[in-house]
């Protein structure tokens, strides 16, 4: 039970089909400059990150057209070609990410797989991350990643201020009670706020901000 206890919210992830192209999107919605993160050797991407709370960031991540053919697919569903025609379209907001300091007990004690613990690395960083054979979102994006860093303190505190701060993070589901369950079983169901998706609220990932530019809702729609 530790180790349920212990989840917290890691950070959220915009998806874009360039860096560029993210880098822009964010400064349009939030008003905002996120800086250069680096690059993921192991899943051919990298990112831009900020941070927007206490032990939280945001993550603008793409793929690194540095680096060529990979033996396994991308993290966050990035290799799909479906996902990649709607990020030329725009970037949105298409997943999150809980931390924990016991991967392996999270993992057996969870109601559904969150795919296999992988060693990752950025630069001086590294952590394990629990992966999906096949790259995809987890439940489409409503259900989080999980992670254990390998660090003293949380990268987020050496991250830049950039003037974000994350408000509220609300997931509007078609099947709600089975989406709390799920998060219920990781320790994450008091991390965010779990709704009946409607006509009016269609299912989506909804997170507000506190921005230069007032309070800012970005949409996984």
């Not at 590294?126 to 989080?144: C, E, K, N, Q, Y």
């Not at 589901?173 to 089975?178: A, K, T």
């Amino acid at each position: 039970m530790s180790s349920v206890r212990n989840t917290g919210l890691d950070h959220l992830v915009i998806a874009a089909h360039t860096l560029e192209h993210g880098v822009n999107y964010v400064e349009k919605q939030l008003g905002v400059t996120l800086p250069y993160g680096g690059e993921h050797p192991k899943m051919g991407t990298h990112n831009h990150l900020a941070r927007i709370g206490n032990d939280i960031f945001l993550e603008i991540i793409a793929i690194n057209p540095a680096v060529g053919h990979l033996e396994r697919p991308r993290w966050f569903n990035l290799d799909d070609r479906r996902m990649q025609q709607s990020l030329k379209e725009c970037p949105r907001l298409i997943s999150w990410v809980v931390n924990t300091g016991d991967l392996g007990s999270l993992l057996e004690g969870a109601h559904c797989s969150f795919g296999t613990p992988e060693p990752i690395s950025r630069g001086e960083l590294s952590w394990h991350f629990a992966l999906p054979a096949d790259g995809r979102l987890l439940g489409g994006g409503f259900l989080p990643y999980l992670i254990q860093w390998h660090v003293d303190s949380h990268p987020a505190g050496r991250m830049a201020e950039v003037g974000l701060r994350l408000k509220s993070l609300t997931l509007y589901h078609d099947n709600p009670m089975w989406l709390l369950g799920m998060l219920t079983s990781i320790g994450a169901d008091r991390l965010v706020e779990v709704k009946g998706a409607s006509g009016a609220e269609p299912q989506s990932i909804r997170a507000v901000f506190d921005t230069p530019l007032g309070e800012v809702e970005l949409s996984s729609l």
